[in-house]
């Protein structure tokens, strides 16, 4: 039996996670063994629950469908849309004060 078909068996019972690099280049490229993606999670601040000390909300697990909004050349991060709103809005609010 190959390694790779080895490795597809025990995927297929639900074996412990494996490494791509263990499957090879074929895996690593979304083949069909490597389905999830493996990278090291990126997280960020929510800046709104940090200025407001709600420490559940501050750590944000960054992926696609995460709230973000990009100003002045930064992108930040938010743990809901309501954070990104009241975020924008009290940066329209300080713009339009001249801050």
Do not use: K, W
Not at 19 to 43: K, M, N, T, V, Y
């Amino acid at each position: 039996m190959s390694l790779r078909l080895a490795l597809r068996l025990l995927l297929a019972v639900g074996a412990p996670c494996i490494p791509l690099s263990a499957l090879g280049c074929a895996a690593a490229d979304g083949g069909a063994i490597g389905r999830e993606d493996h990278r090291p999670e990126r997280l960020a601040e929510c800046p709104v629950c940090r200025r407001n000390g709600d420490l559940a909300c501050i750590e944000v697990r960054v992926r696609p469908s995460t709230p973000r909004l990009e100003l002045g050349g930064t992108t930040y991060y938010f743990c809901s849309i309501e954070c990104r709103e009241a975020f924008a809005r009290d940066a329209e609010s300080q713009r339009s004060q001249g801050r």
